[in-house]
T-cell receptor, first 111, second 115 residues
Framework: GQQVMQIPQYQHVQEGEDFTTYCNSS?????IQWYKQRPGGHPVFLIQ?????EVKKQKRLTFQFGEAKKNSSLHITATQTTDVGTYFC???????????FGQGTTLQVKP | DTGVSQDPRHKITKRGQNVTFRCDPI?????LYWYRQTLGQGPEFLTY????????KSRLLSDRFSAERPKGSFSTLEIQRTEQGDSAMYLC?????????????FGPGTRLTVL
């Protein structure tokens, strides 16, 4: 079945350092979404990528969708303590509403 | 608060008992999803509805699990004869589907503990 893998599982950075998490799907995706979950909270939607090679930015966050629509990345520039949480990618294939989530990357930021 | 709500927030039950959870989606949303999340893992898809129709169900969902959305608004998820392995956070999400997007808004979840 379809699998979505994320690496790394954990990342500890010093405040001000950059952070990147990578997402890979075993199958071609129709679109990919990114969510953030704070400790004790629920996933909160960040962005959706649909087009091959698409790049979107939200302030210090940059999201990319691979040319083959099988991988994606989230890059955070100059991390802040407010960036702490677990970042999930979630992929969707065509003709289905089902989202398959990766295992997540948990980011810790040391002030 | 007009977000997704779930009830109860916590449920402790003994093995073998039946439990039912409720999800109230954002009012105009046509899709409703159920997920299960265990510690250190991403949400695991269980099933989803478009209006009152259950369109897809995970093969991981045993016959002890059933979900309904009878009027296309709120939904219930029932687990019969609970097992300790059912202990998890059960998340509900809703979305308003269009041709270009399907942003899912998650509720706070129901944490189930099976003793």
């Amino acid at each position: 079945g379809q699998q979505v893998m994320q690496i790394p599982q954990y990342q500890h950075v010093q405040e001000g350092e950059d952070f990147t998490t990578y997402c890979n799907s075993s199958t071609t995706l129709s679109n990919i979404q990114w969510y953030k979950q704070r400790p004790g909270g629920h996933p909160v939607f960040l962005i959706q990528l649909v087009k091959s090679g698409e790049v979107k930015k939200q302030k210090r966050l940059t999201f990319q969708f691979g040319e083959a629509k099988k991988n994606s990345s989230l890059h955070i520039t100059a991390t802040q303590t407010t960036d702490v949480g677990t970042y999930f990618c979630a992929g969707r294939r065509s003709n289905t509403g089902k989202l398959i989530f990766g295992q997540g990357t948990t980011l810790q930021v040391k002030p | 608060d007009t977000g997704v709500s779930q009830d109860p927030r916590h449920k402790i039950t003994k093995r073998g008992q039946n439990v039912t959870f409720r999800c109230d989606p954002i009012s105009e949303h046509n899709r409703l999803y159920w997920y299960r999340q265990t510690l250190g893992q991403g949400p695991e898809f269980l099933t989803y509805f478009q209006n009152e129709a259950q369109l897809e169900k995970s093969r991981l969902l045993s016959d002890r699990f059933s979900a309904e959305r009878p009027k296309g608004s709120f939904s219930t998820l029932e687990i019969q004869r609970t097992e300790q392995g059912d202990s998890a956070m059960y998340l509900c999400a809703s979305s308003l589907t269009s041709a270009s997007t399907d942003t899912q808004y998650f509720g706070p979840g129901t944490r189930l503990t099976v003793l």
